[in-house]
């Protein structure tokens, strides 16, 4: 199976110095998360902050499988795809089988499945939206935030 990457040459200079976070959204048409994984023949990789959002990555497969989910044993396609995605953090599709989620989370991915096809541009906001506030502890490792100290935040409150 080949990969086609569209990069870009020259990051622009993120100045927030806030860690941005790597997601992948499975896409057939670069403006809708409207993919399984398998059948997925594009994947738009972004770099996230909790102000930013930028495409920094376009990965397009030129053969997938079927919406069915069923594989051809003899034509291991996941395999490259899983490998293609090495380095982003969380991975967004519409449906994921369970052989492929745990490659994914094999390689350190986080496959979140979304029940119906919606705007990128949404899925941005929602990654945002969690970054602004308390994100898992999987995230806060990959940011290279601390733990949430709860205990300094209550001596706080009972000091005031």
Do not use: W
Request: charged residues 30%; negative net charge.
């Amino acid at each position: 199976m080949t990969a086609r990457r569209l990069r870009l040459i020259e990051p622009e200079k993120d100045m927030t110095q806030e860690k941005a976070l790597k997601i992948a959204i499975a896409t057939n048409d670069m403006d809708h998360l409207d993919a399984h994984f398998g059948s997925a023949r594009k994947f738009a990789l972004y770099e996230v902050t909790s102000e930013t959002a930028r495409l920094v990555e376009v990965l397009e497969f030129d053969s997938a499988t079927d919406q069915t989910g069923r594989h051809d044993p003899q034509d291991d396609r996941i395999t490259p795809k899983v490998e293609a995605l090495t380095g982003c953090a969380l991975l967004f599709v519409l449906a994921i089988g369970g052989p492929s989620a745990a490659k994914v989370v094999r390689a350190g991915i986080h496959p979140i499945k979304r029940k119906d096809p919606e705007p990128i541009a949404d899925v941005i906001a929602q990654v945002q939206t969690m970054l602004k506030g308390s994100p898992p502890p999987f995230l806060r490792k990959v940011l290279g935030r601390p733990a949430p100290d709860f205990a300094s935040d209550y001596a706080d409150e009972v000091t005031e």
